[in-house]
């Protein structure tokens, strides 16, 4: 069965609303998706790469249950 890592890209965007308070500007350049208009695009000059790291090192933690909850992977239940 091929993977889709869609879900599991969608998983991370929902625990980012849910379980943290991270702008929508950095939750979505995390996902690489395109964020603002072109002007603003413009002006933006950052890649809130110190926030990513931050928020990329939580996320490892919640699906290692590094913080206290197991996240069980069961292959092929979603896909």
Request: proline content about 3%.
């Amino acid at each position: 069965m091929e993977a889709r890592p869609h879900g599991f890209r969608s998983s991370l965007r929902d625990w980012i609303a849910e379980a943290t308070e991270t702008p929508h500007d950095i939750a979505e350049t995390v996902l690489g998706h395109v964020v603002g208009g072109s002007v603003e695009r413009a002006y933006r000059r950052t890649d809130f790469i110190e926030q990513r790291r931050n928020l990329m090192v939580r996320w490892s933690q919640h699906v290692t249950g590094q913080n206290g909850q197991v996240v069980k992977m069961v292959k092929g239940a979603g896909l």
